[in-house]
T-cell receptor, first 111, second 113 residues
Framework: DAKTTQPPSMDCAEGRAANLPCNHS???????VYWYRQIHSQGPQYIIH???NNETNEMASLIITEDRKSSTLILPHATLRDTAVYYC????????????FGQGTTLQVKP | DTEVTQTPKHLVMGMTNKKSLKCEQHMGHRAMYWYKQKAKKPPELMFVYSYEKLSINESVPSRFSPECPNSSLLNLHLHALQPEDSALYLCASSPFSLKETQYFGPGTRLLVL
């Protein structure tokens, strides 16, 4: 499983875009990158995942660099309810594929 | 419907008690998981069931005993727990395997006295 590195914390003003970076320099060619978030005391929530191309859904956009060594999760218009811990995970190929949660990035959205 | 339900929401138990946590999903998923999350730490995988068979046990102590009676239901039986087992216990499911998106329940917050 590829190791991921994220900043421990970030702040964002309400209504602005939140850009959360993730480094996964050891990722292999067929490993997906997943993003989950966990709002305080709730279960983790799936946000988005991608392999090579940029992805967008109703929650966020995922930008993956061409060399696949890093990615950025973009919340286009952050709200106070987006305050959470955001986890970037590369579950790995083969039979592992386990979700190994790192420490994540605590995003604080401020009014 | 992407809902995983867990009961109870909260549980307090003594070290000599036997209790069970329950997890249910009706999405037709064939893989189900138990995670443990201590305060201010990320979730850690405990068990994986695939097609109702235990496929991964992450060296979890035997005082935790999982059970998958059918494809929709996952239980975690607890016996002789220690105070350090107090944590949020999360259940998740995915369509077929580990390599797919997992959907998590809200968790059961367990306090062992």
């Amino acid at each position: 499983d590829a190791k991921t590195t994220q900043p421990p914390s970030m702040d964002c003003a309400e209504g602005r875009a939140a850009n959360l970076p993730c480094n996964h320099s050891t990722i292999s060619g067929n490993e997906y990158v997943y993003w989950y978030r966990q709002i305080h005391s709730q279960g983790p929530q799936y946000i988005i995942h991608g392999l090579k191309n940029n992805e967008t859904n109703e929650m966020a956009s995922l930008i993956i660099t061409e060399d696949r060594k890093s990615s950025t999760l973009i919340l286009p218009h952050a709200t106070l309810r987006d305050t959470a811990v955001y986890y970037c995970i590369a579950p790995g190929s083969g039979n592992t594929g386990k979700l190994i949660f790192g420490q994540g990035t605590t995003l604080q959205v401020k009014p | 419907d992407t809902e995983v339900t867990q009961t109870p929401k909260h549980l307090v138990m003594g070290m000599t008690n036997k209790k069970s946590l329950k997890c249910e999903q009706h999405m037709g998923h064939r893989a189900m998981y138990w995670y443990k999350q201590k305060a201010k730490k990320p979730p850690e995988l405990m068990f994986v069931y695939s097609y109702e068979k235990l496929s991964i046990n992450e060296s979890v102590p035997s005082r935790f005993s999982p059970e998958c009676p059918n494809s929709s239901l996952l239980n975690l039986h607890l016996h002789a727990l220690q105070p350090e087992d107090s944590a949020l216990y999360l259940c998740a499911s995915s369509p077929f395997s580990l390599k797919e998106t997992q959907y998590f329940g809200p968790g059961t917050r367990l306090l062992v006295l």
